[in-house]
């Protein structure tokens, strides 16, 4: 590694440590300051607290990482570029890739840090904090209201090898009704066995009741007929209780990409359309998520580097970084509500963003390094 490469790397190092603890410190402050009476209403002690912030620090470290590479990439070249060092390089031969090699190769290493931390600790990061905040932060009344909200787009694997999704389910111990019931059985080679579409069920307090259902049994010779009953009301063969429905119900970000992707494919023929658009989304997502560090800083980078003034390096490198940031996020934002809302297709919705300013960054550099 050369003086210039080392110099470099331990200014981006540095700046992204300090960014780094400025963005978990603002965190703390901010949610701490306002949850302030939570606190003092429960009397969490402060080890319980110190429990819940370092149980959320893996979800910290994702989320700010972006933000904190681009800020440090982007003030290490503005001071650079203040002191006419990038001119002497350029004027050395030096194109764009060169100067910033050692700034993307740090940037490489975290962007694939990150994608680790996301698949590996992030799910039970969530949980924990999840679990921390229900038993020790939430007011006995708030949990009670939160327990009897219904519950939208409810899914989770079941016994006998079933998969269940439920449109709308409420959980109010007076009623334990629900709406849109899918329920897909597979076999031991994960072929469907039968599917069941109710349009609403009611706990009787032994077993859950159906009302306007179809069943749909499939053989298992090929040269069988699909054989559909259609029933006003039937009584469901379905061992779990309404608490086991709340228990089992799985969640997108408790989940890493392989088992998202096993959770699509075996929804993929429950013939929920809008659910399996939305997990589609979310899978996608999970892929093109980490790639925001690099994007954003090629973004930045040939913006930094041109600045003709040289006096406000450091306040024009810190507005292009929130501006780029805040631009990027936006439309990440937009694309996943299209895909979600069914306007784009699932891979176009996550890769918006990505696409939209990998191409910025690449024309930039084009223009600004001819």
Known sequence: ???????????????FIVTFFTFGLLFVLVDSASNLDEFIGQKVSVQVLFQY?????????VQTTPMALLISV????????????????????????RITRPALGFVAVMAALTFFINERYIPQAEEKTKKIKNENLILEVDRKKKKLAAIKNLTFYGLKNRLYFIDTFDPNPDSYNLEGLTV??????????????????????????????????????????????????????????????????????????????????????SGAKRALNNLKVDLYQKYSFPLTNIIIVLVGLPLTLSTGRRRAQTFSSLGIAIGIGFLYYVTNAVGLALGKGGIFPPAIAAWMAPVIFTGTALYLIKYKFR
Not at 53 to 61: C, I, K, N, Q
Not at 74 to 97: I, P
Request: charged share 20%.
């Open 1 to 15: 590694m050369q003086i210039l490469d080392r110099y470099i790397i331990k200014s981006v190092i540095f700046t």
């Open 53 to 61: 912030y370092l149980a959320y620090l893996p979800v910290v470290l």
């Open 74 to 97: 982007l003030l290490t070249y503005s001071t650079l570029n203040a002191h006419n060092e990038v001119v002497v390089l350029r004027a050395s031969g030096m194109n764009f890739w």
């Open 184 to 269: 897909i059985e597979y076999d031991q080679q994960q072929n469907i066995k039968e599917k069941l579409v109710g349009l609403k069920g009611t706990w009787t307090g032994i077993a859950w009741k159906c009302f306007q259902c179809h069943v749909t049994i499939f053989p298992t010779d090929p040269q069988s007929t699909i054989k559909v009953k259609v029933y006003e009301e039937k009584l469901l063969d379905i061992k779990e209780t309404p608490e086991d429905f709340l228990n089992q119900r799985l969640t997108v970000t408790a989940m890493n990409i392989g088992q998202l992707t096993d959770y699509v494919g075996r929804f993929a023929n």
